[in-house]
C-alpha cells in the first residue's frame, strides 16, 4: 500500500485547516457554519483537480499478503505495535502537554469564543506571536467535538507516515537501500516522536512537512511534474507555519527546488493561485501580524522572555551542541536528576557555565528522571546506536563486497549541497536560538541531518552485523520502556503501585518523588477543577490573572459554554468591572509581584469568594488559587 497519496492528502488536509483559519477568521466567521462552508468549497475544489492527481504514481501495491509479510519482519512489528500503544494512550488519557495546554489549545479556544483570530490581552505572551500551524489543525476539533480527547490525531497520523518518508528521502539522497530500510522504522522511535505522537506538543509533527518537501522535489528532478513541485511548495510553507525554529530549514529545499521552479510555467494561473495559497498557510501572517502588534518586530522575540534570543552567536554554536549532545545521552531512567539539576552550574566549569548563563534561557540545564514530550529529544536508544554505527563504518573491514547506491534521483553536485544544507541550517539555528530543550524543538531537523551520516558504503555492511542487530533490539525495548513508563500516559497502574510502596516506604525519596510526578500529570488537563467548583454553573465568562506559565484551560470547561478573560494585575477595578463579574487569581503570581492577596484585594474592591490550594507544577509545588467577585 503506497504511501505518498495519503501524504499528499495530509497536506491538502493540513493546507484547508490553516487557509480555513485564517480566511474565516479574517470574515468574523471561525464557527460551525464557516467551516461547513468551507469544508463544503475545499471538497469541490478536489474533485475539480482530481484529474491532476489520479495520474500521479502512488508507489507499488502489493496487497494485504505483501503487508502482513512485511509486518511479520521485526522492525515493522516494533514500529506497528509502538504504533498501537501510542493510540491506546491517545484514547485512554486526555492531553497532559503543558505548553500545549497553557497556550496552544487555550489561544484556539479564544478564537473560537470570538470567531476570529485576536491578538490577546494577557501575560501569557506565547498566546499571541507563535506560529499557528497546529493551532489551525486543532481548531475544528475543538469546535465540533467541543473535546480536547481528538486531539492527539494531530500527531499520531503524521506519525504513522515517517517510515515510508524517511527511506524515500534517503535513498533519494544516496543512502543504501538497506541502511535506509533499517533507519526508516528505527527513526521514528525517537523517544521525542514516540511521545509526542500520542499528545498535542507541536515539535515533531512538522517532520513530515520537511522529508515531504525534499522529497517531492528530488521527485521532480525525474518526474517533470508540475503538481509534484506544487505538493513541495505546500509542504515547505506548512513546515515554517509549525514552527518559526523551521524556517532554517528551508535551506536545503530552497536547493532542491531552484531548478525545477521552472515547471511551474506549464500551468501559470494554477501556479500563481497555489503560490499565493502557500504563501497564506506559512508563518507569513503570523510574521505580518506580529510586525503590527510588536512595533516592526516580525519574529515576535520583543515580547519574549530573555535567553530566547541568542546574544553570542559563538556561545550559541557550542552551547547548543553540548545541550544537543548532553540532553540525547541522558539515559530513560535518570534517578540523580535532581541532585544534577541543584548542582549542575556549580559543577560545570566557570568557562562553561558563565557564557551559557549570559545566553540561554533559565533552566537550560534542567534535566527530568523519566523521559517527557516536553523536554526528549531522539534520545539515549537511538543517539548511542548512532555512534556506533559510524564509528563501525569507518572501522568496517575492507574485504567484501560494497553494494552500489540505488541511482540517485538528482545530480551530485546537487545532492552533496542538500546533505550539507540541514548542518548549516541546525548552524543557523544554534547561532541565533537561546530556547532550553533545542533537543525537542529540533525535531524536524533530524530526519535531513542523518543522511549525511549515514552516507558511507560501510553502512549497508553494518546493519548486517550481529552485534549492530543486538543494539537495535535494545533500542527497541527502550523505546518500549520509556513509551509504557512516561508520565504524559503511563501503560501501567503508576499510581496504583507507587501509592502502595509510598505506604510501605514513607521515607523512601524516590517513591515520594515518582508518586508525586505521576500525580501532577494525571491532573495535567484540569489542574483548576477545584477552582471552578467555586463559580456560579450558569457563568458565561470569568476573568484569570496569572504569570505567563499558568494555564486556564481547567475554566473553559465544559468548552464552549464559558469565555476566559485574562487581565493583569496592573488593569484597573473599572476595565475589569466592565466585562467580568467573577476573576480568578494566582497567588504564585502575586508573590512573583512581590504583593499579597490581601493588598490587591484591597485596591480592587472585590470580595473574597473562596481559596483552593492546587498544584499545577511540580517544582512550584501546592499554590493558593483566589476566586474574587466585583461588585456590579
Not at 514516540?194 to 513530515?208: E, M, R, Y
Request: aromatic letters at 12%.
Amino acid at each position: 500500500m503506497s504511501f505518498l497519496p495519503l501524504v499528499r492528502l495530509w497536506i491538502w488536509v493540513s493546507v484547508f485547516a490553516s487557509a480555513a483559519g485564517w480566511t474565516l477568521s479574517a470574515l468574523g466567521q471561525l464557527n460551525r457554519a464557516g467551516y461547513g462552508i468551507a469544508l463544503a468549497v475545499f471538497i469541490l475544489l478536489m474533485w475539480v483537480a482530481r484529474r491532476e492527481w489520479s495520474g500521479m504514481p502512488g508507489g507499488k501495491n502489493g496487497g494485504w499478503a505483501k503487508i502482513r509479510r512485511r509486518f511479520c519482519r521485526p522492525l515493522p512489528l516494533c514500529f506497528a505495535a509502538l504504533a498501537a500503544l501510542i493510540l491506546l494512550g491517545g484514547v485512554l488519557y486526555p492531553p497532559t502537554s503543558y505548553t500545549g495546554l497553557n497556550y496552544r489549545e487555550a489561544r484556539v479556544l479564544q478564537w473560537l469564543s470570538h470567531d476570529h483570530w485576536l491578538w490577546i490581552h494577557t501575560a501569557n505572551y506565547r498566546m499571541n506571536d507563535r506560529a499557528c500551524g497546529i493551532e489551525w489543525l486543532t481548531a475544528p476539533l475543538l469546535l465540533f467535538t467541543k473535546s480536547d480527547r481528538a486531539l492527539f490525531l494531530v500527531n499520531f497520523l503524521p506519525f504513522l507516515l515517517l517510515p515510508g518518508l524517511v527511506y524515500s528521502v534517503f535513498t533519494r539522497l544516496g543512502v543504501r537501500a538497506r541502511a535506509a530500510w533499517q533507519w526508516m522504522w528505527l527513526l521514528p522511535t525517537g523517544y521525542n516522536f514516540l511521545l509526542q505522537a500520542g499528545g498535542i506538543s507541536n515539535d515533531t509533527f512538522p517532520a513530515v512537512y520537511a522529508l515531504a518537501a525534499v522529497d517531492f522535489a528530488a521527485r521532480a528532478w525525474s518526474s517533470r511534474r508540475t503538481a509534484d513541485v506544487w505538493h513541495s511548495l505546500m509542504a515547505a510553507a506548512l513546515l515554517t507555519g509549525a514552527k518559526a525554529s523551521n524556517l532554517p530549514l528551508l535551506l536545503p529545499w530552497a536547493i532542491l527546488i531552484f531548478a525545477v521552479l521552472p515547471l511551474l510555467r506549464r500551468k501559470p494561473v494554477a501556479s500563481v493561485v497555489l503560490v499565493l495559497l502557500a504563501a497564506g498557510v506559512s508563518f507569513l501572517p503570523t510574521a505580518l501580524l506580529n510586525m503590527h502588534y510588536c512595533n516592526g518586530d516580525w519574529s515576535g522575540l520583543s515580547i519574549e522572555r530573555p535567553g530566547m534570543e541568542m546574544k553570542s552567536p559563538g556561545v550559541g554554536v557550542w552551547g547548543n551542541a553540548l545541550l544537543l549532545a548532553f540532553n540525547n545521552l541522558v539515559p530513560p531512567l535518570c534517578p540523580l536528576a535532581g541532585w544534577w539539576n541543584q548542582n549542575a552550574l556549580a559543577i560545570l566549569p566557570h568557562l562553561i557555565a558563565a557564557p551559557l548563563r549570559a545566553n540561554f534561557e533559565q533552566g537550560f540545564e534542567i534535566i527530568g528522571e523519566l523521559q517527557t514530550e516536553d523536554w526528549a529529544g531522539i534520545g539515549f536508544g537511538l543517539s548511542l546506536l548512532l555512534i556506533a554505527s559510524l564509528i563501525a563504518a569507518r572501522f568496517r573491514h575492507s574485504g567484501g563486497a560494497t553494494l552500489p547506491a540505488l541511482r540517485p534521483v538528482i545530480p551530485s553536485a546537487f545532492c552533496r549541497l542538500v546533505l550539507v544544507a540541514p548542518w548549516i541550517a541546525l548552524l543557523a539555528y544554534s547561532m541565533k536560538s537561546g530556547m532550553v530543550t533545542p533537543q525537542r524543538l529540533i525535531a524536524p531537523y533530524y530526519p535531513l541531518l542523518l543522511p549525511l551520516l549515514l552516507m558511507a558504503p560501510g553502512q549497508s555492511h553494518v546493519v548486517r552485523r550481529r552485534s549492530w542487530r543486538w543494539l537495535s533490539v535494545g533500542v527497541l525495548l527502550l523505546a518500549f520502556v520509556v513509551l509504557i513508563l512516561s508520565p504524559d500516559r503511563p501503560l501501567w497502574p503508576a499510581k496504583t503501585i507507587l501509592s502502595g510502596l509510598h505506604e510501605r516506604y514513607p521515607d523512601q525519596r524516590l517513591i515520594t518523588r515518582a508518586l508525586k510526578v505521576y500525580t501532577v500529570y494525571s491532573q495535567r488537563n484540569d489542574p483548576l477543577a477545584e477552582v471552578r467548583a467555586l463559580l456560579p454553573r450558569d457563568l458565561k465568562t470569568v476573568g484569570f490573572i496569572g504569570t505567563v506559565d499558568d494555564t486556564d484551560i481547567s475554566l473553559w470547561r465544559p468548552f464552549g459554554e464559558r469565555r476566559v478573560e485574562h487581565f493583569l494585575l496592573t488593569d484597573s477595578p473599572e476595565e475589569i468591572c466592565r466585562q467580568v463579574r467573577y476573576v480568578v487569581v494566582g497567588g504564585y503570581h502575586l508573590h512573583e509581584q512581590g504583593t499579597s492577596f490581601e493588598a490587591w484585594l484591597n485596591r480592587s474592591g472585590a470580595e473574597w469568594v473562596g481559596t483552593v490550594h492546587a498544584m499545577v507544577k511540580v517544582n512550584e509545588g501546592l499554590q493558593p488559587w483566589y476566586v474574587v467577585r466585583f461588585k456590579p
